[in-house]
């Protein structure tokens, strides 16, 4: 199982992204998925993630900024982001359980900057 992120970008403070992460080759069953960051000289932590039967969470500070949702037909799993702020940039990451083992993206960069 292979996983390609996309979306990310150059933004404005206050601007959207959408990212988009899709999973390839022997996909028998999806479980939970995620979107995680990684800022500059600091840990990866989890931004948002939703279960199988699509209940979602949080990380307190992307709180009714980002949105996580899935679409099992195409093995994919998307990140509304609005509002972004400075602070959002980091290298995303996207995850998934598949059959399960968990899988990870290579990350794809979002730099907010004016």
């Known amino acids: 199982v292979q996983l390609q992120a996309s979306g990310g970008g150059l933004v404005q403070p206050g601007g959207s992204l959408r990212l988009s992460c899709a999973a390839s080759?022997?996909?028998?069953?999806?479980?939970?998925m995620g979107w995680y960051r990684q800022a500059p000289g600091k840990q990866r932590e989890l931004v948002a993630g939703?279960?199988?039967?699509?209940?979602?969470n949080y990380e307190d500070s992307v709180k009714g900024r980002f949105t996580i949702s899935r679409d099992n037909a195409k093995s994919t799993v998307y990140l509304q982001m609005n509002s972004l702020k400075l602070e959002d940039t980091a290298v995303y990451y996207c995850?998934?359980?598949?059959?399960?083992?968990?899988?990870w993206g290579e990350g794809t960069l979002v730099t907010v900057s004016s």
């Open positions: 939703i279960t199988s039967g699509g209940i979602t």
């Open positions: 080759g022997s996909i028998f069953k999806l479980n939970d």
């Open positions: 995850m998934m359980g598949v059959s399960g083992t968990h899988y």
